[in-house]
C-alpha cells in the first residue's frame, strides 16, 4: 500500500524517528563520500598499477635483449680465444659481468629487484644475489613450486606479467620474460603492497578528513537543529497529548473510488483513543481498514456528506442517531488534504436522551398545569423579564403567548378588590427581603369577564452576595376546589346537625321508652308469677317470650342510651391512670370473672389524657367481651401498654374463640352479631361503644388474630404523664392489677 499523506497527529515518536533518518542521512552521505575517495582511489591505483606493470614489462624486455646482446658478444668473442675455451666460459663471463653490475645495482623501490635463475634438472637456480633473502646468497627450489611461478612461466619461454607469490611467498607484481641465448630466465617484480601503500595512505587521510569534516558538519548541525527540534518535540508532544487526550473522536480517512470516479467507500488512515473508547474498536483493527468492513454495515456511514467535503473542501456538521451502536453523535468534518476527510465526532447519547426526557417532561408538565389548572412564571429583576406558562394564560382566559408577559399585565387582571394586597404582598416581600410570600386573591378573564379565584406562591432567588435577582411561583386556579370546600362544608354543617338531632333523638327516644318498657316488663314479670304453671303450656311458653322480650328490649333501650350519651356528653379530658380505669372495670366484672374463672392481669400501664369513666368502660367492654366469648378453656386474658408515636398502644389478648379477619371491620358496627342470641347472650354494640369511646380520644381501634387462638384488640390513646416509679401500676404481675376466680 502506498504511504497516505495524513495529519501531523500521527503517533507518538514521529519527532525521533526523523532524527533517526537525519542520522541516517549523514551516515549514508559519509558512506558515499568514502565510497568515492575509496573509488578514485581504486582508480588511481589500478592506474598506477598498469603504468608499473607496463614499466616492469618494459624494463624486463629491455634487460632480456641487453643480456641477449651481451651473450651473443660473448659467444662471438669466445671463438676468437685460444682452443679449451668454449660456450661455457661466454656463459661464464656474462654472468660474472651480470653478478658485478647487480652487485652495484640498488634495485627500485623498497622491495623492487631483479632476479634471474636457469634450470638445473627439476631445480631452479638463481644466479644473482637476491636482494630480499640476505647478501650473497643463492637459492635453488624445487622447478614446481608455487613460489617459482613467475620464473618457471620465463624458463618455460613464456614472457608477460603475473601476481603471485614470489621466492618469500610474499604476492608481488612481476614481469618474466626468457633468455634464449643460454636458456635464461628473468623477472622484474615489486612487492604489491609497496605499490598499494600511497594510495593506502591516501585512503586512510580521505577518510580521516572525511569523519572529520562530517562529525564536525553532524555536531554543527545538531548544534543549529537541536534548539528547533525540541521545540518541535515538544509541541508534538503537546498536540499528541491533546490529540489523545480529546473527548471527542478523531478520524482521518481517505476516499476510494471506482473506475469511473465515483466513491464507493473510504479508507481509515489515523484514529484517537477517544475513537477506540467510544466505538469500541482498537486502533490496530481500524487504521488501514475499509469503513463498510469494519464498522459491519455494508457500506461505508455517510459516504454521500464526505465525499461531499473532500470534493468541495467545505467543512459540514450534523447530529445523527446511529442505529448499528445505538448511539448518538454530533459529528463535524472538514478535508485536511484532496481525496481525504477529518471527523470529528461527540457521543451526545445521553445530551439526545436528556433532551428527549426534557421534552416529555415539559409536555407532561404542560398536561398536569393544564389538568391541575396550575400555571408557573418567572421574573428576572435584573433583567425586568417575565416568562408565563401557558396555563397562567389559560387561567387569565387569554391565548398562550397572546402578547407579552408583563408585572402590569398581571396587575390588570387581579380583581380590583384584591389588586392592592397582591400588589402590596410582592413588593412588599421584596422591601422586607422576604424568602418570598403567599396569597389568595381573585382574577377577571379578560374576554368573559368571569371572577376565577387564585393561590399564588412566589419563591425569591439571590444571588451569591444574597441579592434577590429573580422570583419563580405558581398561579393555581382554585376556583372549583373553593365551590368544593363551600359545598362540602355546607354539607357537613348539614350532616352535623343532623347527627346531633339524630343522636337527641336517640337519646330522648332512649329516656322516653325506659318509663313504659319498666311497666310493661313489671306487668308481664306479674303474669309470670301468678298464672305460670295454671294456664297451659302453651300460655306459659307465651308468658316466657314476653318477658324475654321485654328484658332484651330494656337491655338494648340501655345500650343504645349509652351509645348516644358517649356521643353526646361532654368529653371530660385529664390525666387518667389507667390502672385505676382497668381496676374499676375488672371489679364490675367480679362476678363473671368468678363465675367464668377467668385469670385476668395487666402490667405497668401508663397515664393518659381523657375520660376515666368512658376508658374504665371501654376496658370493661373489651374484658367482658374476653369472658363471654371463651372456648371450652378457663379465660386467661392479658393487658399491656407500649409506647407508639405520639401516644400510647395499649392491647387486651384473649385465648377465647377469636374473631375471623374478614370480620375484623363489622364487629365495631352496631347491633352486628356474628352469633345468635342463643349461643351468646348481647346485643351486638359493646364493642360499638368501644370504638365511640376511642375516637373521642383521638386513636383508633382494631382487631387481629392472637396465638394460638384467641383475639388481640389493639387501640391508640393520646400520652399524659408517665406513672411514678413504684405507683399504682405495680410491675405488671401485682394484686391490685390481677383478676381472678
Known amino acids: 500500500m502506498p504511504k497516505e499523506k495524513q495529519l501531523s497527529l500521527g503517533p507518538a515518536g514521529r519527532l525521533p524517528e526523523s532524527m533517526q533518518r537525519i542520522r541516517l542521512l549523514i551516515a549514508i552521505l559519509t558512506l558515499a563520500v568514502l565510497a568515492v575517495a575509496a573509488l578514485c582511489i581504486g582508480l588511481l591505483y589500478r592506474t598506477a598499477l598498469g603504468q ?42 656474462l654472468l660474472d659481468q651480470l653478478r658485478d653490475a647487480h652487485a652495484r645495482f640498488s634495485g627500485f623501490g623498497r622491495t623492487g629487484e631483479y632476479t634471474m635463475a636457469r634450470c638445473e634438472g627439476d631445480s631452479i637456480v638463481f644466479l644473482l644475489n637476491q636482494r630480499n633473502s640476505g647478501p650473497g646468497r643463492l637459492g635453488r627450489i624445487s622447478f614446481y613450486e608455487d613460489n617459482a611461478e613467475p620464473m618457471r612461466r620465463a624458463l618455460s619461454g613464456r614472457s608477460g606479467t603475473m601476481t603471485g607469490p614470489d621466492y618469500r611467498g610474499a604476492t608481488v607484481l612481476a614481469a618474466y620474460e626468457p633468455v634464449d641465448v643460454f636458456g635464461l630466465g628473468i623477472v622484474a617484480k615489486i612487492d604489491l603492497s609497496e605499490i598499494r601503500a600511497p594510495f593506502v595512505r591516501a585512503g586512510l587521510i580521505s577518510a580521516a578528513v572525511t569523519l572529520v569534516v562530517v562529525v564536525l558538519s553532524a555536531l554543527l548541525f545538531h548544534r543549529v537543529t537541536s534548539p528547533v527540534l525540541r521545540r518541535l518535540r515538544d509541541s508534538e508532544t503537546r498536540l499528541r497529548e491533546v490529540y489523545d487526550s480529546m473527548s471527542e473522536g478523531l478520524v482521518q480517512q481517505r476516499l476510494v473510488y471506482d473506475g469511473s470516479g465515483r466513491p464507493t467507500d473510504y479508507r481509515i488512515l489515523e484514529v484517537n483513543r477517544a475513537f477506540e473508547k467510544i466505538i469500541g474498536i482498537p486502533r490496530d483493527r481500524a487504521v488501514g481498514a475499509l469503513a463498510s468492513e469494519l464498522y459491519g454495515t455494508g457500506s461505508a456511514p455517510f459516504l454521500e456528506t464526505y465525499a461531499r467535503v473532500a470534493e468541495t473542501g467545505t467543512p459540514e456538521s450534523f447530529d445523527v442517531d446511529w442505529e448499528p451502536l445505538a448511539k448518538s453523535f454530533s459529528i463535524s468534518v472538514f478535508s485536511p488534504a484532496k481525496g481525504q476527510v477529518a471527523t470529528v465526532f461527540a457521543d451526545v447519547t445521553e445530551r439526545v436522551r436528556a433532551e428527549r426526557t426534557l421534552r416529555e417532561n415539559e409536555s407532561r408538565l404542560k398536561s398536569a398545569e393544564e389538568l391541575a389548572r396550575l400555571g408557573s412564571w418567572e421574573l428576572d429583576l435584573t433583567s425586568n423579564l417575565l416568562t408565563w406558562s401557558d396555563e397562567v394564560y389559560h387561567i387569565f382566559g387569554l391565548e398562550p403567548q397572546e402578547f407579552e408577559a408583563t408585572y402590569e399585565a398581571f396587575l390588570a387582571r387581579v380583581h380590583p378588590e384584591d389588586r392592592a394586597a397582591v400588589d402590596e404582598a410582592y413588593t412588599g416581600s421584596l422591601r422586607d427581603n422576604r424568602d418570598g410570600y403567599e396569597i389568595e386573591h381573585r382574577v377577571v378573564r379578560s374576554r368573559t369577564g368571569e371572577v376565577r379565584r387564585v393561590h399564588e406562591k412566589c419563591e425569591h432567588i439571590r444571588d451569591g452576595s444574597g441579592r434577590i435577582v429573580r422570583s419563580v411561583g405558581m398561579v393555581h386556579d382554585i376556583t372549583e376546589r373553593k365551590r368544593a370546600e363551600e359545598s362540602l362544608a355546607r354539607t357537613l354543617a348539614d350532616l352535623k346537625r343532623s347527627n346531633e338531632e339524630l343522636e337527641q333523638f336517640a337519646y330522648v327516644a332512649s329516656h322516653d321508652l325506659q318509663q313504659p318498657l319498666r311497666m310493661v316488663a313489671s306487668y308481664v314479670e306479674l303474669l309470670a308469677k301468678r298464672y305460670q304453671g295454671r294456664l297451659d303450656e302453651r300460655a306459659d311458653k307465651y308468658i316466657s317470650y314476653a318477658v324475654g322480650g321485654a328484658r332484651r328490649l330494656q337491655e338494648l333501650i340501655n345500650d343504645l342510651l349509652s351509645l348516644s350519651r358517649i356521643g353526646t356528653g361532654a368529653l371530660e379530658k385529664k390525666p387518667v391512670n389507667l390502672n385505676a380505669a382497668f ?136 400520652r399524659g404523664t408517665a406513672p411514678k416509679k413504684g405507683g399504682p401500676a405495680g410491675t405488671g404481675t401485682a394484686p391490685e392489677n390481677r383478676g381472678k376466680a
Not at 668473442?77 to 660456450?87: A, I, K, V
Not at 389524657?609 to 372456648?631: M, P, T
Not at 383508633?700 to 393520646?718: D, M, Q, W
Open 52 to 93: 608499473q606493470t607496463r614499466r616492469l614489462q618494459e624494463t624486463v624486455q629491455s634487460r632480456a635483449r641487453t643480456i641477449e646482446v651481451i651473450a651473443w658478444h660473448e659467444i662471438e668473442y669466445s671463438h676468437q680465444l685460444p682452443p679449451g675455451s668454449g660456450h661455457g666460459d661466454a656463459l661464464e663471463s
Open 583 to 718: 381496676r374499676l372495670a375488672l371489679g364490675n366484672l367480679d362476678a363473671a370473672v368468678r363465675e367464668s374463672g377467668a385469670d385476668i392481669t395487666a402490667g405497668q400501664l401508663p397515664t393518659v389524657v381523657g375520660d376515666e369513666g368512658q376508658l374504665a368502660q371501654l376496658f370493661q367492654n373489651l374484658l367482658d367481651n374476653a369472658v363471654k366469648f371463651r372456648a371450652d378453656e378457663a379465660p386467661v386474658i392479658r393487658v399491656a401498654a407500649e409506647p407508639a408515636g405520639r401516644g400510647w398502644l395499649v392491647s387486651v389478648t384473649d385465648n377465647g374463640i377469636g374473631i375471623e379477619p374478614q370480620h375484623a371491620e363489622r364487629v365495631f358496627r352496631a347491633f352486628q352479631r356474628l352469633h345468635t342470641e342463643q349461643d351468646y347472650h348481647g346485643t351486638g354494640i359493646g364493642l360499638a361503644i368501644c370504638r365511640r369511646i376511642v375516637e373521642r380520644h383521638g386513636g383508633t381501634i382494631r382487631v387481629e388474630p392472637a396465638a394460638p387462638h384467641g383475639s388481640r384488640f389493639l387501640f391508640t390513646l393520646p
